[in-house]
């Protein structure tokens, strides 16, 4: 399968800093999903994104697809974006995605 | 929006029982897919289903099996509970093919004691 790993693991910011998470991925994608999994659980779609740049608010993602990696930019963070994020890929294998450890980000007051 | 529903939050189980976690969608997707995400070990996949009827396993799928009779629901059924099944169990689905967006329900907790 897919290998994808995310940095950094753990990632500790003041409010209103900024941050860029990273995700790497050892073979070509079709499919490239970056997510926040809030505290109660459950993983909240920020993008899809297989190429190109999106934007969503203070947060925005890039992937190169020919470099094989995706970046996760959080602008002036808040308290209420700490959480874990991750990165999923789908490849050729029909269905299935693969996932990064993640990034677990602590926003502080 | 897409809705993806958990029947259940949080479960307390007993060792040895039969476990039934069961999961909706309402966006007609074909593909369904059951995760178990634990501390140290990520999101790991079950079970996945392209079709009706049709299942394929995923990494760790001894001690599940799965069932979709009809393509909105999937469900994940533990035949006889163990403590190492204690876990966060995520449902998730998409459209077919190679490049759906995928979306989750909320999870349900399980703890087997």
């Known amino acids: 399968g897919i290998q994808v790993e995310q940095s950094p693991p753990d990632l500790i910011l003041q409010e209103g800093a900024n941050s860029t998470l990273r995700c790497n991925f050892s073979?070509?994608?079709?499919?490239l999903q970056w997510f926040h999994q809030n505290p109660w659980g459950q993983l909240i779609n920020l993008f899809y994104i297989p190429s190109g740049t999106k934007q969503n608010g203070r947060l925005s993602a890039t992937t190169v697809a020919t470099e094989r990696y995706s970046l996760l930019y959080i602008s002036s963070s808040q308290t209420t974006d700490s959480g874990v994020y991750f990165c999923?890929?789908?490849?050729?294998?029909?269905?299935?995605?693969?996932f990064g450890r993640g990034t677990q980000l602590t926003v502080w007051p | 929006d897409v809705k993806v529903t958990q029947s259940s939050r949080y479960l307390v189980k007993r060792t040895g029982e039969k476990v039934f976690l069961e999961c909706v969608q309402d966006m007609d997707h074909e593909n369904m897919f059951w995760y178990r995400q634990d501390p140290g070990l990520g999101l790991r996949l079950i079970y996945f289903s392209y079709d009706v009827k049709m299942k394929e396993k995923g990494d760790i799928p001894e001690g599940y099996s799965v069932s979709r009779e009809k393509k909105e629901r999937f469900s994940l059924i533990l035949e006889s509970a163990s403590t190492n099944q204690t876990s966060m169990y995520l449902c998730a689905s998409s459209w077919g093919g190679r490049t759906g967006e995928l979306f989750f329900g909320e999870g349900s907790r399980l703890t087997v004691l």
């Open positions: 999923a890929v789908r490849g050729s294998t029909l269905g299935r995605l693969y």
């Open positions: 073979d070509s994608v079709n499919n």
